[in-house]
T-cell receptor, first 114, second 111 residues
C-alpha cells in the first residue's frame, strides 16, 4: 500500500504570495490532518478534515485554510505569505476519527518564504 | 494544559547503550501516547504507542513505560545502534484527535 504522498516536496515563494499544498492519504484512509514543523515551535497542529468537513482547527491565523475532496485528498492554502511561514508542512492520514487511530505522516512539503 | 514536555533536548549514547527519553503531560483526558521517529528530510514515522491502561509496552528494542499517577511516560531504546540516530517525538491525543507533540529529542548514537 502506498504511503501518504505530498506535492510539491519543495517550494520557494516570496512574501505576499499565496501557496497551495496537496496531500493524498493512504488508500482507504478518510481522515487527513495537517501540521506545521519549525525549529522554534516544533510540530503544531493546523487542522483536521474528515468526510470533506473541517473537524478541528489549531491556533493559526485565517490565512491558513484547507479543504478535503470526496476522494479524501486534501489541500491546504496559505495566503499573503509571511517570512515566518517558512516551515515543513506535514500531512497525516488515519483510517477514521474519534478512535485511537494511528496517524501516518507524509514526507512533507518544505516551504521557504523569501 | 495541552502541553507535552519532553526531555532531554539532545542525547548522545554509545553503541550498545540504553537511550532514555522522558515526557510529561498535564491533561488527564489524553488517552493515546505515540512515539514518532524522524530522520532528516523525512516525515515522522510511528515507532510505538501506548494507552493509559497499560504500564509498559515493548516492541523489539523499543519500550514505553507509562506512569499514569505521575502523568509521565518514557521511551527506552535498548542496545542503541548508530542507525537509531534520529529525532524522537512523544505525543498525546484525545480520542484519536489532534496530536500534541513534545519538542523533540535529537539522539546521536556513537559507534
Amino acid at each position: 500500500k502506498a504511503g501518504v504522498t505530498q506535492t510539491p516536496r519543495y517550494l520557494i515563494k516570496t512574501r505576499g504570495q499565496q501557496v497551495t499544498l496537496s496531500c493524498s492519504p493512504i488508500s482507504g484512509h478518510r481522515s487527513v490532518s495537517w501540521y506545521q514543523q519549525t525549529p522554534g515551535q516544533g510540530l503544531q497542529f493546523l487542522f483536521e478534515y474528515f468526510s470533506e468537513t473541517q473537524r478541528n482547527k489549531g491556533n493559526f491565523p485565517g490565512r491558513f485554510s484547507g479543504r478535503q475532496f470526496s476522494n479524501s485528498r486534501s489541500e491546504m492554502n496559505v495566503s499573503t505569505l509571511e517570512l515566518g511561514d517558512s516551515a515543513l508542512y506535514l500531512c497525516a492520514s488515519s483510517l477514521a476519527r474519534g478512535v485511537q487511530e494511528t496517524q501516518y505522516f507524509g514526507p512533507g512539503t518544505r516551504l521557504l518564504v523569501l | 494544559q495541552q502541553q507535552v514536555k519532553q526531555s532531554p533536548q539532545s542525547l548522545i549514547v554509545q553503541k550498545g547503550g540504553i537511550s532514555i527519553i522522558n515526557c510529561a503531560y498535564e491533561n488527564t483526558a489524553f488517552d493515546y501516547f505515540p512515539w514518532y521517529q524522524q530522520f532528516p528530510g523525512k516525515g515522522p514515522a510511528l515507532l510505538i504507542a501506548i494507552r493509559p491502561d497499560v504500564s509498559e509496552k515493548k516492541e523489539g528494542r523499543f519500550t514505553i513505560s507509562f506512569n499514569k499517577s505521575a502523568k509521565q511516560f518514557s521511551l527506552h531504546i535498548m542496545d542503541s545502534q548508530p542507525g537509531d540516530s534520529a529525532t524522537y517525538f512523544c505525543a498525546a491525543s484525545i480520542r484519536g484527535g489532534k496530536l500534541i507533540f513534545g519538542q523533540g529529542t535529537e539522539l546521536s548514537v556513537k559507534p
